[in-house]
């Protein structure tokens, strides 16, 4: 975040409230303290007809959005835009495959 000057955008204001990002990966793990507050369940949807779940079972969608939106929390790491809506669109399978 230093290499990108994010604390000087942080402290300026832009913090991505009021920004909805849509993740089209492999899920996001919903449970994940840095992710939850900023996940938008009701939004999220799994287009993998034999994976309902927008859960992450191949970590990648979670680390993702992890880098966009990590909640400002005092633990585990921080996004870029740390007050910024996450939306989960899964469009990867647990192995990071899809068609």
């Given at each position: 975040m230093d290499a990108i000057d994010a604390p000087g955008a942080w402290n300026a204001?832009?913090?991505g409230a009021g920004v909805r990002v849509a993740i089209l990966d492999?899920?996001?793990d919903s449970t994940h303290p840095d992710l939850a507050p900023n996940l938008n369940?009701?939004?999220?949807?799994?287009?993998?007809?034999?994976?309902?779940?927008?859960n992450d079972g191949f970590g990648?969608?979670?680390?993702?959005?992890?880098?966009?939106?990590?909640?400002?929390?005092?633990f585990?790491?921080?996004?870029?835009?740390?007050?910024?809506?996450?939306?989960a669109v899964k469009v990867l399978d647990s192995t990071g495959s899809g068609y």
């Open positions: 204001g832009y913090t492999t899920g996001i369940s009701a939004l999220s949807t799994s287009f993998v007809p034999y994976e309902p779940s927008i990648h969608g979670t680390h993702v959005a992890g880098i966009i939106a990590a909640a400002h929390n005092g585990g790491s921080i996004g870029v835009a740390p007050d910024a809506e996450l939306v």
